[in-house]
């Protein structure tokens, strides 16, 4: 159980949360917690004019996601703190998958709780950090999928196919990167 300074345990009787959640009412910091998450799922999942990403892609993604512990923002570094305290809950019964839409709007969502809430170094640290995790499910397509590189010897590199880079130009324009 966490423990204030004086040593006694926080007066609601939970665990405190990390530093950084401190600043935020508990629906936005689900919201800032969940985001990367829902960014996998939906990048990961089947669509036209994507390939099938498969096991790779999702371990890909939890690698991005995992990989914002080395940002140099309090905030992403603690909402991935967050993310891995978090139990393990099968979702709630009669609850759809994530789609592209619902996906964009919780974006735009996290940007109005970032531009009111958050430093504007930690906001945009955020914000490219959940772009990095979905950029980088896009880029784990098996090989024999991959479209040649325009530069350098054939499967150097993925280009990332035109239904990839629509999504993440959308994800880019929600997360008001571009």
Known sequence: ?????????????RHAGPPAAAGYRAAEWD???????????????PAPGR?????????????????GRAFDSDLVRAVVAAIYARPDAPPPAGARPADVVDLLAACRAVVRVLDR????????????????VAARVCRAVPAADRAPSPIGPPGSAARLSPADQRFLDRLGRALGLR
Request: aromatic share 4%; no cysteine; glycine share 12%.
């Open 117 to 132: 809430r958050a430093d504007p170094a930690d906001s945009a640290a955020y914000r490219q950090w959940v772009q990095s």
């Open 1 to 13: 159980m966490s423990h204030s300074v004086a040593g006694e345990p926080p007066a609601t009787g």
């Open 51 to 67: 390939a099938d990403r498969g096991v790779p892609a999702g371990l890909a993604g939890l690698d991005a996601v995992a990989a």
């Open 31 to 45: 919201l800032l917690t969940g985001l990367p998450g829902r960014v996998v799922v939906v990048t990961t999942a």
